[in-house]
T-cell receptor, first 113, second 113 residues
C-alpha cells in the first residue's frame, strides 16, 4: 500500500539555526502534501501544505519544497525558536478516496536555547 | 478550544472488555476520521466516514468498529478482538475532498490491563 518515510526521527538544533525534515512517498499520483505539528500533550495542527502544481511554499519562518520527480518533500524551519520544539508529521493525500491522508512516523524536534 | 471534542481524556479498561470512545464535532464537517498514535509510528487510520450512515475501513480496522448515525458524532468501539488496544486515539474531521485540512480532537489515551 501507500506509505511515506520520514527522516530524521529526532532532530536537535540550536536556537536560531535551521531545521530540515524530509519525507519520501510512494504514490506518484498524490497531489497534496501537508505538514502537521504536535506539541507535547496537544493535538496535531496543520502548519503548512503544498499541492503538486507548485514546487515551494513559504509562510514566515517555515517553508515546504516538493520534488515530484524524486517523490520527496521537505519542511524547512529557519531561525528556530524554543516554541518550535514539537513532533512534526508529514503526510500525503491518497488518490483512492476523498481526504484520506497517509502520515509519516514523525520527527521529534528539540530546539535548545 | 471547541470544534471537535473527545471524551474521556484517559480511559482504563480490563482486558476482554469492549470500550467506546466518543468524538463530537460542531464544525459542520461531513468527513470524520479515527487514528491510532503509537510512539514512533505516526498516525495510523482506523476508520473514516465521508457522510452520515457510511464509513470505510482504514489501514488498521481489525478489532475496531464505528457508527455514524449523526453528522456530529463518530464513536469508536475498541473490541476485545483488538490484540493491542493500549494507545492514544485521535479523532479528526474535515470538509470532504482531497486537499482539505483535518482538524483533530484532543485525543483519548486508552490503557487496557
Amino acid at each position: 500500500g501507500e506509505n511515506v518515510e520520514q527522516h530524521p526521527s529526532t532532530l536537535s538544533v540550536q536556537e536560531g539555526d535551521s531545521a530540515v525534515i524530509k519525507c519520501t512517498y510512494s504514490d506518484s499520483a498524490s497531489n497534496y502534501f501537508p505538514w502537521y505539528k504536535q506539541e507535547l500533550g496537544k493535538r496535531p495542527q496543520l502548519i503548512i501544505d503544498i499541492r503538486s502544481n507548485v514546487g515551494e511554499k513559504k509562510d514566515q519562518r517555515i517553508a515546504v519544497t516538493l520534488n515530484k520527480t524524486a517523490k520527496h518533500f521537505s519542511l524547512h524551519i529557519t531561525e528556530t525558536q524554543p516554541e518550535d520544539s514539537a513532533v512534526y508529521f508529514c503526510a500525503f493525500g491518497t488518490t483512492d478516496s476523498w481526504g484520506k491522508l497517509q502520515f509519516g512516523a514523525g520527527t521529534q524536534v528539540v530546539v535548545t536555547p | 478550544d471547541g470544534g471537535i471534542t473527545q471524551s474521556p481524556k484517559y480511559l482504563f479498561r480490563k482486558e476482554g472488555q469492549n470500550v467506546t470512545l466518543s468524538c463530537e464535532q460542531n464544525l459542520n464537517h461531513d468527513a470524520m476520521y479515527w487514528y491510532r498514535q503509537d510512539p514512533g509510528q505516526g498516525l495510523r487510520l482506523i476508520y473514516y466516514s465521508q457522510i452520515v450512515n457510511d464509513f470505510q475501513k482504514g489501514d488498521i480496522a481489525e478489532g475496531y468498529s464505528v457508527s455514524r448515525e449523526k453528522k456530529e458524532s463518530f464513536p469508536l468501539t475498541v473490541t476485545s478482538a483488538q490484540k493491542n488496544p493500549t494507545a492514544f486515539y485521535l479523532c479528526a474531521s474535515s470538509i470532504p475532498g482531497q486537499g482539505r485540512e483535518q482538524y483533530f480532537g484532543p485525543g483519548t489515551r486508552l490503557t487496557v490491563t
